[in-house]
């Protein structure tokens, strides 16, 4: 398809009318109509030198955007859990056990510690919340470390489930339980989406412990692969090499020129960390591996969808004395 084809093909102000409608339905009103505009302005016409057909192919990869809100990050935990202990009533003790459901599940619980993949400041804690609360569970199911070592040394813990939103690539994951002491017990780390990527890195790195996860995000979730979803009707498959030109042009410009010292492991990512290609995200951030051009926030560039990113170290603390005065 040639770029001027495209203006033709889709209609840009019906695919803005259709993304504000999905804001207010779905999205809790996150998109409003003056930030679409501040993202859609981003697409100059530099990758494909129209303008207009740019915005409208951005505009079109919008709708195949992908949002969580705080109701259905909610609704993951629901499920997660479910699969969670429909997972332990399948072993052995429990399967055999001539126990009521009700008793097999408190003996279950009694017997684990869920607890946050990473530090407290990050995402496994906002999500070990919504967890807890989703699933009315009680306080001392929640205990930081020097709290589950004791119990970890005296037997009475049978279970130790990590949680967090996505294993993508499986890198933080085996990095944070390379540093944990898991003597004997099982381990479970628990996400809404992982990877097949993920997945094998852990078995080999990891492999004591089981990845337990609502979705699979296989091949057909990265944009441009064979099985996309996205480019999988025929009536798309024409726009996928200029969608590629653009998401590639904006993602090089985007890792190379306006991304911040903290976010240097990017520069060889401009379809997403990893060459992710994601197209998802949630109320509270979007992954790294989700396409930069939805997510990156700069004097040059505004986002679609917000993404904070990690700082380590006080140097990187951005501190404007005069708001203290």
């Not at 399967?95 to 009700?102: F, G, Y």
Request: aromatic share 14%.
């Amino acid at each position: 398809m040639d770029v001027h084809d495209v203006v033709d093909t889709l209609d840009l102000a019906i695919l803005k009318n259709h993304i504000l409608q999905t804001s207010i339905v779905a999205w809790k009103h996150y998109i409003t109509a003056s930030s679409l505009e501040r993202w859609l302005n981003n697409f100059t016409g530099s990758a494909l030198g129209d303008r207009i057909a740019e915005q409208t192919i951005a505009a079109w990869l919008l709708m195949n955007f992908t949002y969580y809100t705080d109701t259905e990050v909610r609704e993951l935990c629901r499920i997660i859990y479910r699969k969670y202990i429909h997972k332990k009533l399948q072993e052995d003790f429990y399967r055999k056990s001539s126990d009521d459901i009700a008793t097999k599940i408190h003996r279950i619980l009694a017997r684990t510690i869920f607890v946050p993949l990473g530090n407290p400041s990050e995402s496994g804690a906002l999500i070990l919340y919504n967890f807890r609360t989703a699933n009315a569970l009680p306080k001392e199911f929640f205990n930081q470390p020097k709290d589950w070592n004791q119990k970890l040394s005296d037997g009475s813990i049978e279970d130790i489930v990590l949680i967090d939103d996505v294993t993508l690539s499986g890198t933080q994951a085996i990095e944070y339980i390379g540093t944990l002491t898991l003597k004997s017990v099982q381990a479970t780390l628990m996400t809404f989406f992982a990877t097949p990527s993920a997945i094998e890195n852990l078995a080999t790195k990891a492999h004591f412990v089981t990845p337990l996860y609502v979705n699979l995000l296989d091949s057909r979730t990265n944009l441009f692969s064979d099985e996309s979803f996205v480019f999988s009707n025929y009536d798309c498959l024409h726009l996928k090499n200029l969608t590629f030109r653009l998401c590639n042009y904006y993602g090089m410009e985007i890792v190379n020129k306006e991304l911040s010292a903290a976010e240097i492991y990017m520069k060889r990512y401009p379809l997403g960390f990893a060459n992710g290609q994601h197209m998802f995200g949630f109320y509270y951030n979007t992954p790294d591996n989700t396409l930069p051009i939805f997510w990156c926030e700069s004097p040059n560039w505004n986002p679609a969808f917000v993404r904070y990113g990690k700082i380590y170290g006080i140097e990187g603390v951005n501190i404007q004395d005069e708001q203290y005065w």
